[in-house]
Every structure is written in structure tokens, then in C-alpha cells.
């Protein structure tokens, strides 16, 4: 096991660059969350942004605890993996509520499309 204070300096810098990475994504995600003008266009930003930050965060922890521990750590992959299954999933669920309280409030959005619809017209 190595010590934290004789890290190879490669990985430092490799692990701080991945951070920072991740940084920037965030801040790219809240400004594409500021400029976007309606609810359907604000909500893509966000959701890739996180997802791209997350993948950093997880890379950096990943060659940080396999250098610490002089062998691979791979458990790190767990929250990107499950973040890139959940956050399109909730993506979709938040739009399909939007749509649903605008269609609901009269607002001229796209007609619904379900198997119900196109049954009962045949």
C-alpha cells in the first residue's frame, strides 16, 4: 500500500485534471440551464452535464484507490452506471409531466400518441 504523500506525480495530475473536468461540466450544465429559454430545453444541459461530470469523478477515484491500494478498485463504476440509467429515465418522466400539464391547461403542444388512440380509430 502506497502512502498518500508519495503518490506518483502522473496521477496527481491526471486525477486533478479529471476533477477539473468535472468541474467544468457542472458549470457548462448551469449555464446551459440559465440560457435556455423554456422547461423542455432547460432540462437537457443539466442531464448531461451531471452524467459527464459523474464519469469524470468516477475515473479520478478510480486510478486514485487502485494506485493507493496497488491493485484495482472498480466499485467506483457503481454511481456512473446507475446515473446513466436513472437520469434519462427521470428526463423522460419530468417532460412527459410537462407535456401533461400543458395539454391540460389548453397550451398547443404535440397530440398524445398511445395504443388507445390508434386502436379506437380503426
Not at 54 to 76: D, E, M, N, Q, R
Request: hydrophobic share 55%; aromatic share 8%.
Amino acid at each position: 500500500m502506497i502512502n498518500v504523500s508519495e503518490l506518483p506525480l502522473w496521477v496527481e495530475i491526471i486525477v486533478a485534471i479529471l476533477l477539473l473536468l468535472s468541474s467544468l461540466f457542472a458549470l457548462i450544465g448551469a449555464l446551459g440551464l440559465l440560457r435556455m429559454k423554456d422547461f423542455f430545453q432547460r432540462m437537457h444541459p443539466p442531464a448531461l452535464a451531471s452524467t459527464l461530470g459523474a464519469w469524470c469523478v468516477a475515473l479520478a477515484s478510480i486510478i486514485y484507490f487502485s494506485t493507493l491500494k496497488s491493485g484495482p478498485v472498480l466499485h467506483g463504476w457503481l454511481i456512473p452506471i446507475l446515473l446513466s440509467i436513472t437520469v434519462p429515465v427521470t428526463t423522460l418522466l419530468l417532460a412527459r409531466t410537462s407535456l401533461f400539464r400543458k395539454r391540460m391547461a389548453g397550451e398547443n403542444v404535440p397530440a398524445e400518441v398511445s395504443s388507445r388512440r390508434a386502436d379506437s380509430g380503426s
